[in-house]
């Protein structure tokens, strides 16, 4: 009986063992997709953040001159009147160049799991889509990418922080 309890021990103590140093999952403070693009497609001339962007160098010019960016409140994707005054200029740049394409690049602080943000991030680049759509920009000339939390454009844990990374980005 007394080798069949050291057997029943010596099991308990290395299944311990095993438990104890393959942890728990935790959450992981950075991402893990990575994306390592093999080159430009032929033809193409600009590439930002795997979205390919082919505009004449007349509205990359006209762009330079006008806010790329609007700002959300915390956990919202509305497009408030002031972000609708940024998103109109870029509306009169793309219906005078039809043929141009935009990426609007959604972005979140830091706060909530990484899915979250990714969805949040998605949320507010489609309603500015949807918004320069509505105004009657060419919707299959407007591209999407959420980028949540991952590319923040202020560092640090301040409400005024939190506000600048609440955004979406348009880019030529």
């Known amino acids: 009986m007394s080798i069949s309890f050291s057997k029943i ?3 308990a103590m290395l299944s311990s063992a095993v438990a104890f140093t393959t942890g728990c999952a935790t959450k992981r403070t950075t991402s893990e997709v990575v994306v390592a693009p093999l080159g430009i497609p032929g033809g193409q001339v600009g590439y930002n953040g795997a979205v390919i962007v082919d505009n ?7 762009a330079e001159n006008i806010q790329a960016v609007v700002y959300f409140a915390f956990d919202s994707s509305e497009i408030t009147a002031q972000s609708a005054s940024v998103l109109n200029q870029h509306v009169n740049l793309l219906k005078s160049n039809p043929t141009a394409g935009v990426v609007v690049a959604g972005h979140t602080d830091e706060r909530g799991s990484r899915e979250y943000n990714m969805a949040l991030g998605e949320r507010r680049a489609q309603a500015a889509r949807n918004y320069l759509a509505a105004q009657g920009v060419a919707a299959n000339n407007i591209r999407v990418i959420s980028y949540g939390e991952e590319r923040p454009a202020a560092a640090g844990n301040t409400e005024d922080v939190y506000a600048q990374n609440r955004r979406a980005e348009l880019s030529y």
Do not use: D, E
């Not at 004449?56 to 006209?62: E, L, P, W």
């Open 56 to 62: 004449s160098n007349a509205v990359i010019t006209g």
């Open 9 to 11: 021990a010596v099991l």
